[in-house]
């Protein structure tokens, strides 16, 4: 079983900043990735941002050098330094983690989080 707990919302004003962490717990072989999402009302779920177990990120279009993603591997967390932050940067948002779980049986997995809600209003 793995799992993902996720911390850092809340509500922020516009320009404001926030830093959202995840940290990954269980029996867990390998991570390649992990990574955040968001989910507006409504919408369909996108990617905000993502790193590899070699360093390798990925960005939303729309992070456009805002947010900077990072992780402790040893420790199995990701974090995600919000900045700058807009009203439509509001959504709720989920941590992602792909890997190998086990022993006792070894088998890919990918894990979410229970969301956190970003709120970015004056």
């Known amino acids: 079983q793995v799992r993902l707990v996720e911390s850092g919302g809340g509500l922020v004003q516009p320009g404001g900043s926030l830093r959202l962490t995840c940290v990954a717990s269980?029996?867990?072989?390998?991570?390649?990735?992990m990574g955040w999402y968001r989910q507006e009302h409504g919408k369909e779920r996108e990617l905000v941002a993502s790193?590899?177990?070699?360093?390798?990120?990925d960005y939303g279009d729309f992070v456009k050098g805002r947010f900077t993603i990072s992780r402790d591997s040893a420790q199995k967390i990701v974090y995600l330094q919000m900045s700058s932050l807009k009203p439509e940067d509001t959504a709720v948002y989920y941590c992602?983690?792909?890997?190998?779980?086990?022993?006792?049986?070894?088998?890919?997995?990918?894990?979410w989080g229970q969301g956190t809600q970003v709120t970015v209003s004056s």
């Open positions: 269980g029996s867990i072989t390998s991570i390649y990735s």
């Open positions: 790193i590899t177990s070699g360093g390798v990120t």
């Open positions: 992602n983690v792909e890997g190998v779980r086990g022993p006792p049986k070894v088998a890919d997995f990918i894990s």
